[in-house]
C-alpha cells in the first residue's frame, strides 16, 4: 500500500515539476540535502547510520545554490533546531498511509477503518512511553508542548486549589510555562520563581526551601532552549518526592529524545513532549501524567472525554503516528547522534575561539551539545544576525523573537544587558554536516571582525580604555 501512494506522490510531483518549470520541488529543501552533496564524516555511514537517500519521499536532493544571484532565491544553513526540526523522511513515510489511506478516525468502534487507525495510535502511544520509561498507559497526546504545559500546570493547580495555592517554577523557563504561571497569579495563586545560577542550573538548597505546606507543584524545564542547560531532573524528583502532595513537572520538549530520560528513576510525575522538536511532525505532543501513585488534574478542554477524560478532542492519526515514528528513531539513534552532535558542536566552539577574542559561553558548558549561545563582546546581536543571511540563526527563543528587549533567560544568568543583546543562538542537529559548520565559523569570524571595526567601543577597547569606568552621563 505505502508503495502505492509512494507512486502517487512521485506522479503528481513529476506532473509539478512539468507543469511549473524545473525550479520547482515537492517541498522545500532541508539540512537532509545537505547531507546528500557535501561532506558527510566517515563514521557517519557506519553501522547502518542514516543518510537521506534520493528515494525518500518529500526531500529534493540537489545541491542547494550559494551564490548570490539577484535572480536566484539562496536557501541559508539551517542552525535554528531549538525553534523546530525537520520531519526525518522516514517519519514521513510512516505518516503519509494516514493521510490518504488509512484514513479513519481512531475513536471509531465499529469498522476496521477506525480499528487500524487506533492500532496505529497505540503504537505510536507505546514508543512515546518507551523513549522515557513510562508506562503505555501515562501518555496522553495533545497538539504539542505549550498546551501540555498548560494543561500540566494550570490543571494540577486548579485542581488542588482549595487547599493548596503555591507554585514553585524557575525565571528561565518557557514563555508559555511563566505565562501559565501569571495567569494562576491572577486566580490568586502564590508563585515562587527561583533564581539560577550563573551557569543557568537551579540551587537545589534554595528549591528546598521554598517548599511550603500548601505547595502543590514544582514545574522546572529539563532543558533549556536558548542555553541547552541541563537541570539536574532526578535529584529536583528525589526533593519533590520527600514533600507528600508536591508534583513536579518538567517541560521536556527540548530534552526528550536528546538525552536519556526515566519518569520513574527520576521521580517525575508530569512531563511536555512536542513532536517537532525531535524531527517529527507539527501540531502534536504529548503529555507524560502519572497514574500510580495518580496525578490528579482538571482538564482545559471539554468534550468527548478522549485520552483519559484529560484531553477531549479527536487525534490526528497521521501527526500522531509522525511523533511515535520520531521518539522510535530517536530512541534508537539518541546515542550516537549526541557524539555527533557533540563532536559537531566542539568544531563551532573552538573554530569561533581560534579566531575570535572576547567570546563569551552563556550557559552551563556541560549542557546539551546541540544548543550553543555565544556572545559577542561589542557586536549588536540584531546587526550579527542581518549580515548573516546565508545562515539561520536566532538571538533567543523563537516565541518571544519579536520583542527588541534582552533575552529574560540570559538576564536570569546575570549576563549584562549589552552582552545579552549580542548573543547568538546556534543549534545543532541529525542532519548538520562538518562543511556547514566550517562554513558558519568562516562567516561568523569575518562578519564579527568586520562589525568590530566599525564599533568606536571596540577601537576605545584596543586603545586599552577601560569603557565601564567612564561615566556616559557626562559625556
Not at 477506525?114 to 523513549?131: C, H, L, Q, S, T
Not at 555527533?340 to 575570535?356: F, P, T
Amino acid at each position: 500500500m505505502l508503495a502505492r501512494v509512494s507512486r502517487t506522490v512521485a506522479r503528481r510531483a513529476n506532473v509539478t515539476r512539468t507543469l511549473c518549470g524545473s525550479r520547482r520541488s515537492f517541498v522545500q529543501p532541508s539540512g537532509a540535502d545537505r547531507a546528500s552533496v557535501v561532506d558527510v564524516p566517515s563514521t557517519y555511514q557506519e553501522e547502518n547510520h542514516f543518510a537521506p537517500s534520493p528515494d525518500m519521499l518529500g526531500f529534493k536532493l540537489e545541491a542547494p545554490q550559494r551564490d548570490s544571484s539577484a535572480t536566484e532565491q539562496v536557501r541559508p544553513i539551517y542552525l535554528d533546531l531549538q525553534a523546530t526540526t525537520p520531519v526525518d523522511p522516514r517519519v514521513l513515510d510512516a505518516m503519509l498511509p494516514y493521510f490518504t489511506d488509512q484514513y479513519g478516525n481512531p475513536h471509531s468502534r465499529t469498522h476496521a477503518y477506525g480499528w487500524e487507525a487506533e492500532k496505529a495510535v497505540e503504537v505510536a502511544r507505546k514508543n512515546v512511553a518507551d523513549i522515557i520509561g513510562a508506562d503505555t498507559k501515562d501518555i496522553v497526546f495533545t497538539s504539542g508542548a505549550t498546551e501540555t504545559n498548560n494543561m500540566a500546570i494550570k490543571g494540577v493547580a486548579r485542581f488542588h486549589k482549595e487547599k493548596k495555592r503555591h507554585v514553585i517554577t524557575t525565571q528561565t523557563e518557557h514563555k508559555c510555562v511563566l505565562d501559565s504561571c501569571r495567569k494562576l497569579s491572577e486566580e490568586g495563586f502564590d508563585i515562587t520563581y527561583l533564581p539560577v545560577q550563573k551557569n543557568g542550573v537551579i540551587d537545589l538548597a534554595e528549591l528546598e526551601a521554598a517548599i511550603r505546606p500548601d505547595t502543590s507543584l514544582i514545574s522546572i524545564m529539563a532543558v533549556n532552549n536558548e542555553t541547552g542547560v541541563i537541570q539536574p531532573l532526578k535529584e529536583i524528583g528525589a526533593i519533590a518526592r520527600k514533600h507528600r502532595g508536591v508534583y513536579f513537572h518538567t517541560d521536556a520538549a527540548q530534552a526528550v529524545g536528546k538525552i536519556p530520560l526515566d519518569v520513574n528513576e527520576m521521580n517525575i510525575d508530569l512531563m511536555s513532549i512536542s513532536g517537532h522538536k525531535l524531527y517529527g511532525p507539527k501540531g502534536v505532543g504529548a503529555a507524560y501524567v502519572r497514574r500510580r501513585p495518580r496525578v490528579r488534574l482538571e482538564p482545559i478542554l471539554s468534550g468527548g472525554g478522549q485520552e483519559r477524560g484529560l484531553r477531549s478532542g479527536t487525534l490526528p492519526t497521521a501527526l500522531v503516528v509522525g511523533l511515535g515514528e520520531a521518539a522510535r528513531i530517536a530512541q534508537k539513534e539518541m546515542a550516537r547522534d549526541h557524539a555527533r552532535i557533540k563532536q559537531l558542536s566542539d568544531r563551532l566552539i573552538q573554530g569561533i575561539n581560534a579566531e575570535v577574542e572576547q567570546v563569551v559561553r552563556n550557559g552551563d558548558e556541560n549542557g546539551y551539545p546541540g544548543c550553543v549561545n555565544l556572545s559577542f563582546s561589542y557586536v549588536e546581536g540584531e546587526s550579527l544576525l542581518m549580515a548573516l543571511k546565508e545562515i539561520a540563526l536566532s538571538s533567543g527563543s523563537a516565541c518571544t523573537s519579536a520583542s527588541l528587549e534582552p533575552s529574560y533567560v540570559l538576564r536570569a544568568l546575570g549576563a549584562a544587558e549589552d552582552m545579552a543583546h549580542s548573543s547568538l543562538r546556534f543549534g545543532i542537529g541529525r542532519f548538520t554536516t562538518e562543511a556547514e559548520i566550517d562554513f558558519v565559523v568562516k562567516r561568523i569570524v569575518a562578519t564579527v571582525h568586520r562589525l568590530r571595526e566599525m564599533s568606536p567601543l571596540w577601537e576605545m577597547v584596543q586603545e586599552g580604555i577601560d569603557i565601564n569606568s567612564i561615566n556616559w552621563s557626562q559625556h
